[in-house]
């Protein structure tokens, strides 16, 4: 477990003018790659208020001095992977000295209105580019309130569970070429679907388009090949954390799934959030997960607090409403197998994770059933549909729904937060933000 150092101090306050409800106090700092809107070179960055601070700059003005970045420069790169392999002290490191630059009592960047003009970019005035360069993206199945309630609707309560469910973090291998970023457009996928009562299956659009609220880790420092990580340094390889939607197709899921799990179901879009939040900035929301019982095997034992109090948000929007509706809360504590398990089991063969690989949790519901993280539960198997403040019904998505999902945490007069949002649409129509506006 990580020791809490100056940067969590919750009275920290920046020279950059920040609001006491921003997703992004001095406390956060989190990385992702921009743009200038004007056009210009991608680099990397954080964010600070409604302000993106471009760190490519930073470290030509010698500020990382006597870090492992210094020099190096990985600031310019147009993903993040070259920062995320230099390793956990690189980036702690780094974290602390953005922090300093930060603090409202010290003028290094504050009174350099040369440098400032540089470094310091509205975010109105910039584009979020795609943050990692994504070699391999497994997908785990570690919500069991998620696991009970799926397998309840498909095969009855007697048979919720699977066997192996209780002993080992279940997970496909996704497809890295399709996960998109925030905003991205969002196309109704075709496929084989077979309805109960058919002889045969028939092929066209899907009809139970659905979403599932997931978190996703990114690797930094990779493990070599034959070199399984254990649980207790699993940590040390993750470099952070973002939102993710698996976009799911029902219908053409249920046809396919046996014996080997989805494929079509999944493989055409996953949206993530632009801004990865660093494991150390989530550090004083870190606290138990449930109880597990059984007790795992030795390699998947976890004794210490190895998860976070991540509050966690879908929202829905028509293209008739003006604004979102709530359908679901959640949290990330609610997950049976935590992300140092998820590791620990995913290289005990000897399977070499890699820089940018994404690892997502699965999707997240809680013990309500307004902590359901997915519509396929939501609707108890398209049997009850969600009812919209417009009057408009919902057992699946329909063309121009729009669906937010928002993480936060919150405590000590602080908040970090981010979300991710997307139109769904039979056709693409929309491009950057599609459901501003709407």
């Known amino acids: ?37 004007e056009g210009g070179d991608l680099h990397v960055a954080t964010a600070i208020g409604n ?16 870090t492992e970045v210094e020099g190096t420069e990985v600031f310019h790169e147009p993903t993040l992977n070259a920062f995320m392999s230099m ?7 780094t974290r602390k000295v953005i922090s300093q630059i ?9 009174d350099n209105k040369e440098l400032k003009d540089l470094a310091l970019v509205p975010m109105k005035n910039a584009e979020m580019e795609f943050p990692v360069d994504i070699g391999d993206y497994t ?25 192996n469910w209780l002993h080992l973090p279940i997970a496909y291998h996704g497809r890295a070429s399709s996960v998109v970023l925030d905003g991205a457009d969002i196309v109704r996928p075709k496929g084989q679907t077979k309805a109960p009562d058919a002889k045969n299956p028939s092929f066209g659009d899907s009809k139970r388009m659905d979403f599932e609220l997931e978190m996703g880790l990114f690797i930094g420092a990779g493990n070599g090949l034959s070199e399984p ?27 396919e799934y046996q014996p080997l799990g989805p494929f ?49 948000g879908i929202y829905l929007k028509s293209d008739k409403m003006d604004s979102y509706d709530l359908i679901s809360s959640s949290n990330y504590n609610y997950l049976y197998w935590d992300m140092n398990q998820q590791i620990a089991h995913h290289t005990i063969t ?62 000590d007069g602080f908040r970090i937060a981010r979300e991710t949002a997307a139109r769904f649409s039979l056709l693409a129509q929309y491009h950057k933000d599609p459901c501003q506006d709407q």
């Open 87 to 93: 390793g956990r002290k690189a980036w702690k490191d």
């Open 350 to 411: 000897g399977c070499n994770l890699r820089t940018g690989d994404l690892l997502a949790s699965g999707t997240i519901s809680g013990p309500e059933k307004d902590n359901r993280g997915s519509m396929l539960e939501l609707t108890w198997g398209w049997s009850e549909p969600i009812k919209l403040s417009s009057g408009e019904e919902r057992i699946a998505l329909e063309d121009g729904d729009c669906v937010m999902l928002k993480g936060w945490c919150q405590k």
């Open 1 to 37: 477990m990580d020791v809490m150092d100056k940067t969590h101090d919750s009275n920290l306050k920046s020279w950059v003018n920040v609001d006491e409800k921003s997703d992004f106090p001095i406390q956060n700092i989190p990385f992702g790659v921009y743009s200038p809107k």
């Open 139 to 163: 997908d785990f199945y570690s919500s069991k309130e998620h696991a009970s309630n799926v397998g309840t609707i498909f095969r009855g309560p007697e048979n919720a569970l699977m066997p």
């Open 264 to 312: 079509l179901a999944k493989n055409f879009a996953t949206t993530i959030s632009p801004w990865i939040i660093t494991l150390e900035a989530l550090e004083p929301f870190r606290c138990k997960g449930p109880k597990q019982n059984p007790e795992p095997l030795e390699y998947l034992r976890n004794n210490k607090d190895s998860t976070f109090d991540i509050n966690l």
């Open 229 to 255: 990580v254990s649980v207790d340094d699993a940590e040390n390889h993750i470099f952070g954390m973002a939102l993710v939607n698996d976009w799911s197709a029902r219908d053409i899921q249920t046809w």
């Open 102 to 110: 930060l603090n409202e009592n010290n003028g290094t960047l504050r």
């Open 51 to 66: 302000y993106i601070l471009d760190l490519a700059y930073l470290d030509e003005a010698g500020l990382f001095e006597r």
